[in-house]
T-cell receptor
Framework: NAGVTQTPKFQVLKTGQSMTLQCAQDMNHNSMYWYRQDPGMGLRLIYYSASEGTTDKGEVPNGYNVSRLNKREFSLRLESAAPSQTSVYFC????????????FGSGTRLTVV | RKEVEQDPGPFNVPEGATVAFNCTYSNSASQSFFWYRQDCRKEPKLLMSVYSSGNEDGRFTAQLNRASQYISLLIRDSKLSDSATYLCVANYNFNKFYFGSGTKLNVKP
């Protein structure tokens, strides 16, 4: 029972490089989310997808794009990485979030140099 | 002002102690609340939901005070394995979850 799977677990990028973070869930959840976690800032929502085919901006969307490829998969793309995007990125999914909360993936530690 | 505020701690307590954390939220329209636990370098995991009437799960008790806009988590008989960061979460609508920065707990032998 995998839950939410994120790849890669670690990544180092040079400023200006691009990359895509992958996320997949096997719980048949409708909603998926991308968060970043920085020291002292808590988790901040980047983008979310309430259902297959829809995506919306969260609190800190600048510099990111997302794709909800199908019900299972939700990817996050950094087109031109900046040092300010150094963070830990978590993907999450939920059925009825207001009742059951989220299930998180294990995270991607990204460093941009 | 942050939507959800927590004392970052750390709270250093001996095994067997009772410890309580509070968390305040700014939006009175918040509908649901949760406590998550996050171990070092791991993902957050749901600890418990917080219901208006208060709820208990073993050694853990969560309370909600809507009038004062805070939620609390009480841990009784602390174990070494309770050492972690505890995140408070407030939900305003379907996709508006706001996380606190977390309160760090260290349980010492």
């Amino acid at each position: 029972n995998a839950g939410v799977t994120q790849t890669p677990k670690f990544q180092v990028l040079k400023t200006g490089q691009s990359m895509t973070l992958q996320c997949a869930q096997d719980m048949n959840h409708n909603s998926m989310y991308w968060y970043r976690q920085d020291p002292g800032m808590g988790l901040r929502l980047i983008y979310y997808s309430a259902s297959e085919g829809t995506t919306d901006k969260g609190e800190v969307p600048n510099g990111y794009n997302v794709s909800r490829l199908n019900k299972r998969e939700f990817s996050l793309r950094l087109e031109s990485a900046a040092p300010s995007q150094t963070s830990v990125y978590f993907c999450a999914s939920s059925g009825d979030a207001s009742v059951y909360g989220y299930t998180f993936g294990s995270g991607t530690r990204l460093t941009v140099v | 002002r942050k939507e959800v505020e927590q004392d970052p701690g750390p709270f250093n307590v001996p095994e067997g102690a009772t410890v309580a954390f509070n968390c305040t939220y700014s939006n009175s329209a918040s509908q649901s609340f949760f406590w998550y636990r996050q171990d070092c370098r791991k993902e957050p995991k749901l600890l418990m939901s917080v219901y208006s009437s208060g709820n208990e799960d073993g050694r853990f008790t969560a309370q909600l005070n809507r009038a004062s806009q805070y939620i609390s988590l009480l841990i009784r008989d602390s174990k070494l394995s309770d050492s972690a960061t505890y995140l408070c979460v407030a939900n305003y609508n379907f996709n508006k979850f706001y996380f606190g920065s977390g309160t760090k707990l260290n349980v010492k032998p």
